[in-house]
């Protein structure tokens, strides 16, 4: 017999945990995970009767911008963009976010799940136009990498890998100047968990 879904437990757990739970499982209690079995849309009503035994009434997952989507992978995959995997820093969706990397609103149109899942696992296997990196080797060699922002004659200005500053170094009182090879975007894609990955997906799919 399974715990009552109705026990001080369950009713702790928040929407998107609940959510985890029936999706993966917990490990070392024998509920199995149904994330294969059922699609997001039925977990998502089972984790609603869930709370309608409880007595609650319903899901309240958080959600700063109402009405754009209600799927609750959607939701969850925003949360992750937003803080986990910090995709935020770097990238603008809906007029917020960091401007290293390029704006993803409208993705999902131009960039096919084939590109999709290259640029998320292998950032440096193709860089998108504008968004190239330079090194500096300053003369006591420190090395600065930042995106490559403007070129004169007499300078090269480089926006920090953290976007909050833009840098100036004057070409005759730098070692070297090189284009990197490597993508600003670091791999934080492969360290998510499998459902954060899918969760990430499914809010990408819906720019
Ligand atoms: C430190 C900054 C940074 C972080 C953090 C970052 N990215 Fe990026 N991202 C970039 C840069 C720069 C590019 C463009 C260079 C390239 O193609 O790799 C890029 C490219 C992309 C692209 C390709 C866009 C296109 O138009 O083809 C996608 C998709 C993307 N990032 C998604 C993500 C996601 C999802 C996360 C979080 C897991 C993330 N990025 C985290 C900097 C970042």
């Not at 910090?86 to 409208?106: A, E, F, I, K, M």
């Not at 600003?184 to 969760?199: F, K």
Request: proline share 3%; net charge negative.
């Amino acid at each position: 017999m399974g715990k009552p879904l109705t026990d001080g437990m369950a009713n702790r757990l928040s929407d998107e945990d609940l959510l985890a739970v029936i999706t993966e499982g917990r490990s070392g209690t024998g509920m199995a995970g149904w994330g294969d079995s059922f699609s997001d849309e039925e977990i998502f009503d089972m984790a609603t009767y869930v709370r309608a035994l409880q007595g609650k009434a319903g899901l309240n997952l958080a959600d700063d911008n109402a009405g754009i989507s209600d799927d609750p992978a959607v939701l969850a995959g925003e949360d992750v963009f937003n803080g986990r995997a910090g995709c935020v820093n770097c990238h603008t969706y809906r007029d917020q976010g960091g401007s290293v990397g390029p704006v993803l609103d409208g993705l999902s149109g131009r960039l096919p799940a084939a590109a999709l899942s290259e640029a998320l696992l292998n950032p440096s296997a193709s860089i998108v136009s504008g968004f190239g990196a330079k090194i500096v080797e300053q003369e006591d060699g420190t090395q600065i990498v930042g995106r490559f922002r403007n070129d004169s004659e007499l300078a090269v200005q480089l926006q920090s890998s953290d976007g909050r500053r833009w840098v100036t170094f004057f070409k005759d009182r730098v070692k070297l100047i090189i284009d990197s090879t490597e993508s600003l975007m670091p791999d934080v894609y492969a360290s998510l968990n499998a459902l954060e990955q899918q969760q990430l997906l499914a809010f990408l799919n819906s720019l």
